[in-house]
């Protein structure tokens, strides 16, 4: 029984590794297309992989070839140190071991703090190179843990031993229910997960045994990378909260992220949201992570990092562990601040074209690239009253055009008749003068003209005083 217990604890860190090792390889087949750059696909599949958890608290660790340490979530102070020189606590160099089965994969046995107390307990890890960006992968398990789950095993074998034959008959039937169909499942999100799908539903259940361990490891892993590996470009970083919604970590852009772990790790998004956003926004905010709902493109602003006034854009899964206990969120930020700016100056700018238009005394009708109505001024509706079933925005050009088609049209320049053709070159915006004469007897001179981004500019002025 401890044997079994041992094998289904390996096994749930071989797989999580495995799981790793296909998410660093997502970001190595990015760089080779040449979507992104050496140095971006590494610190985004290391954020990843830093911020990844499966069974409560196991993660993961990264060292290159050489023997430095590239990523520790747990004992920071470890990465950019050279490790093969280090032993534990009896002496054993461990790294080197690390090494030597890197190549193939395998275990390694040694000594290692616990993060809940800091304690040295034995640890087997599991190690498996990357060779495309020549570092090893690794996540193990401490094995005060194993005996803890073997001794609670030994008491329920107890009873079903004095229970006897019967009972085992029983736990026959119960076995291709409780552990091989629960193992297909589990091995079928494995391999589709290291084949690449990356919005896979894992359906989790309340066992606390060492199945249950498996399928929510899986299960985490699986939503890490949902919100992680989108798109090269659709985070800066990552984030991690407690189950008060405290910030606790932030991976990935050094800049931002260590802005953020200065200024607000033990600090809620709701303090830092502060006076920049509507107490409605905040409130439903808040409900949100109450009911522990994902969150979907969440743009706020906050000026409580450095001074600055930043337009900050989120998406997160609540985390849960096996038991069902909620342990806080963790997800992708985006700085979106620039985009933000630079449509506030598109507003801005349209808001004084419309108003610039507004006050011509020509009446003026504005089409885009794709000759579609985009604005006109009052001066037009009232000059052409006949068109305000046709005048609106996404109206075609030739739709507008189509309601002068009983004019006469003659050359400003020359006075010359031009028939039906004049539409045409009204059309072209080339700059032609155009008098035209309207069936109610007032006459109009239009001009056309195309914007630097190829839209189309068309201008009507009564000239009826001026012809009679």
Known sequence: ????????????????????????????????????????????????????????????????????????????ELEGTFLSDLQDVKGTYFWREFFEKASTSGYVEYYWPKPETNEPVKKLTYVKA?????????????????????????QVLGIVGAIGFAAILTASFFLNRHIVRPLRTVTDAFDRLIAGERNLTIETSDRRDEMGILIHAVAEISDSLKIGSTSQSSWDWLWETDEQHRFKDFYGDQELSGLFKKTTVGKTRVEIMGPWNARALIEQHQADLDARRPIRDFMYRTGALDGNLRHLSINGTPKFDFSGTFLGYHGTARDITERIEAEEKVRGAESRLLDAIAVISEAVILFDDRDQMVVCNDKFRTLMPGLDGVAYPGASFSQVIAKFSDAVAYDASSNAPLGGRWMTQHGNADGLQVILQLPDGNWLQAASFRTNDGGLLATYTDVTILRE
């Open 1 to 76: 029984m401890h044997a079994t217990v041992l094998k289904e604890r390996k096994f749930a860190a071989r797989s999580a590794v495995e799981i790793a090792l296909a998410t660093m390889s997502h970001f190595a087949s990015l760089e080779n297309r040449g979507s992104i750059s050496h140095e971006d696909a590494v610190s985004r599949s290391l954020a990843l992989v830093r911020s990844m958890r499966y069974g409560g608290s196991a993660y993961f660790f990264v060292v290159d070839m050489r023997g430095w340490m590239l990523m520790h979530p747990i004992k920071k």
């Open 130 to 154: 990357f060779e495309p960006w020549n570092m090893m992968v690794m996540s193990g398990i401490y094995l005060d843990d194993v005996e803890e789950r073997y001794g609670e095993y030994a």
